[in-house]
């Protein structure tokens, strides 16, 4: 009964940040454009569920920003809401292939 409660957790918690990223991105993962507290906008792989180039802080994620050389919080954003240039930089700069 107790796996049962854990399975059911992981997944319901799973399913909100599904949930969460589609609301900011209009996508479920994959690859999204971020931007981290300091504006710098780029490209990453987001994974619902599994952290493979980032920390994660409850719903937040740490990742290296490859714009700002620098560590910091980053938050999915939608591509429709960009400015064309701005979706062009975010779209040409990715961070770290998955190894």
């Given amino acids: 009964m107790r796996r049962r409660r854990v399975a059911v957790a992981a997944l319901a918690t ?3 940040e599904a949930l969460a990223v589609r609301a900011l991105s ?3 993962g994959g690859h999204i454009v971020v931007r981290c507290r300091g504006g710098h906008l780029f490209t990453t792989i987001w994974i619902p569920g599994a952290s493979v180039k ?3 802080l409850g719903f937040w994620r740490v ?3 490859p714009v700002g050389h620098h560590w910091s919080i980053v938050t999915p ?3 429709s809401e960009l400015s064309d240039e ?3 930089a975010a779209a040409e700069q990715h961070d770290l292939p998955v190894p």
Avoid: I
């Fill in 77 to 79: 954003v939608r591509v």
């Fill in 63 to 65: 990742q290296y920003c």
């Fill in 54 to 56: 980032s920390m994660r």
């Fill in 26 to 28: 209009g996508r479920f």
């Fill in 14 to 16: 799973v399913a909100f």
């Fill in 86 to 88: 701005d979706a062009a």
